[in-house]
């Protein structure tokens, strides 16, 4: 018949194991765990330690036998160096007779109770250490026995089972969290038009899952990063708007090489801009360039990783680059709809023109044309001097208004462009604007006999016609240069006049001209550069459709 110590210790045993299976929160399992250790073993003081995913701290640790007090006496918890270290290195059971006299022993801090006698056993399940069980001062002075040895090990690998439920729990709740975080922006790509919105979903969700403390998205304007999402605990909307410099700042940098980084310090990287630090106050970062068929288009940044470490994990950069590119997805297809409607606009626009050009040219120009053959049989019929004067003077109002009319009929929609192609209507267009304006304009078109897709003359004929009524409206120029060449994929304009330059970034009279034709140009899938200075030698703009 089992005596009443080991019945006592069995009946713990099995106490603890059932505790394990009905019990949900881990911090509850891991005290019983710790309190049934001290019992089995007439321990006067157990703690068990769970040591971090990486193996190298403690992350959890529950005690027993030290109250609340004299817990706030000692201060914070250990943090494994000592004995407990040396048992997080080396996952072996561990007996002492005396803790203060191991080479290994720190010593305790002030208000610690003293604690001589030892007995650690590592928590381990098939060959993984999640952390130990730690004995100390068994009753009556005496050392701990191989017995006690065996019954820790039993609880440390119940509580081996119950760490690795716990995080299994936490690992699968989590990809639960990521899933429907992606899910939901899937959703909002397909229903969602409002790219504003659709970025701010991607911030807000990925923030939430990382545990960041900000999470910004930028995207290129000019020579500047622009932040068109943020996402914080607060003051997140002031962020909107921002603009960073695209060459001398961190995410500039990213955007520029196309790959993502983790940052533990931007105190100590050389390429984080002290005015960034300073505006999202941020101690370490994530980098995630926004990747659209290979092509950088904007970056996702997150700040600070909320807790006592503020460093992100490998686990969260492969989580940022998820939802970096669902942002991309959401960037090009608004970006889509708008080049979409855009063109419906522009080919409406064009319709247009070319039925008021057709009416203005056929209906006005020949009533009035009319009346001008009407008016010269009154001036040759005429008895009266006076008659004959007044038409002739109506005669005159008569021919300006034709010439007007045609005039305005070749600006709205050149027929020459539908009939004979871009080159000839960028002909009569150059000879028109240098007898109006006295600009001299050298025209140099090298395009081959075939002509260009009818769509990309009309983007090329409205982008020259724009740029010479900025010319005339603003830059002073004696002399302009257009140069068309059509090469095996594409076909390129360069239009350079000798005028006084301007800011590009600013542009002449608020940018609407250059924008406009920017937008012609990317309707095409093309590139608009523009290369000028304020007060400097004229002013070049370079534009390449591809065919």
Do not use: C
């Not at 260009?452 to 005339?472: C, D, G, S």
């Amino acid at each position: 018949m089992a005596a009443p110590e080991e019945t006592d210790r069995l009946r713990t045993l099995v106490e603890t194991g059932i505790a394990i299976t009905s019990e949900l929160s881990l911090d509850a399992v891991l005290e019983r765990i710790t309190v049934a250790a001290a019992r089995v073993t007439g321990a006067e003081y157990a703690a068990l330690g769970v040591i971090d995913p990486a193996g190298t701290a403690l992350e959890r640790f529950v005690t027993h036998g030290i109250d609340a007090e004299t817990q706030a006496e000692i201060g914070e918890l250990p943090r494994g160096h000592g004995i407990l270290g040396v048992l997080i290195r080396d996952a072996r059971p561990l007996r002492l007779h005396d803790l203060g006299e191991d080479s290994a022993s720190v010593g305790f801090p002030a208000k610690h109770p003293p604690m001589r006698t030892f007995l650690g056993v590592p928590i381990m399940l098939r060959g993984i250490p999640y952390g130990n069980l730690y004995l100390t001062e068994k009753a009556g002075g005496e050392d701990f026995t191989s017995e006690d040895e065996e019954l820790v090990t039993l609880l440390a690998a119940q509580a081996a089972v119950a760490v690795e439920n716990a995080r299994l729990y936490e690992s699968s709740t989590e990809w639960s969290r990521q899933l429907e975080s992606l899910n939901e922006i899937g959703g909002a790509l397909v229903s969602e038009l409002e790219l504003p919105r659709l970025l701010d979903l991607v911030a807000r969700r990925l923030r939430g899952l990382i545990g960041a403390r900000l999470v910004t998205i930028a995207l290129p304007a000019g020579a500047e990063l622009r932040l068109e999402a943020a996402d914080a605990k607060e003051g997140a909307e002031s962020l909107i708007g921002t603009t960073l410099p695209r060459q001398a700042s961190k995410a500039g940098r990213v955007l520029e090489r196309g790959r993502s980084e983790r940052v533990d310090s931007v105190l100590e990287d050389p390429e984080v801009d002290q005015a960034s630090i300073r505006l999202f106050a941020a101690t370490t970062g994530l980098y995630v360039p926004l990747m659209l068929r290979d092509l950088p288009i904007g970056v996702l940044v997150a700040h600070d990783k909320v807790g006592p470490d503020q460093r992100f994990d490998d686990s969260d950069l492969r989580l940022a680059e998820q939802f970096a590119l669902r942002a991309a997805i959401a960037v090009d297809l608004s970006r889509r709809v708008a080049r979409d409607a855009l063109r419906r606009i522009v080919r409406g626009q064009e319709l247009e023109r070319r039925r008021l050009a057709r009416e203005l040219h056929d209906e006005t120009g020949q009533a009035l044309t009319s009346i001008l053959l009407g008016l010269r049989s009154v001036e040759n019929a005429g008895n009266s001097g006076d008659l004959r004067h007044a038409a002739a003077d109506l005669r005159e109002l008569v021919v300006a208004t034709l010439q007007d009319v045609r005039r305005l009929a070749v600006q709205l929609r050149p027929k020459a462009l539908d009939d004979f192609g871009l080159v000839p209507a960028l002909e009569r267009l150059v000879q028109t604007f240098s007898e109006s304006t006295e600009i001299r304009v050298a025209l140099e078109a090298q395009l081959g006999d075939e002509r260009l897709p009818a769509e990309v003359e009309t983007t090329l004929y409205r982008i020259v016609q724009e740029a010479l009524t900025n010319v005339v409206k603003h830059a002073e120029a004696a002399n302009v240069s257009i140069l068309l060449v059509r090469t095996q994929g594409s076909a390129t304009v360069v239009i350079e006049d000798d005028g006084q330059g301007f800011d590009p970034r600013i542009g002449r009279e608020g940018g609407l001209g250059l924008e406009g034709m920017r937008e012609r140009a990317e309707l095409h899938e093309g590139r608009f550069r523009v290369e000028s200075a304020p007060g400097g030698d004229g002013t070049t703009l370079v534009v390449e459709v591809p065919l």
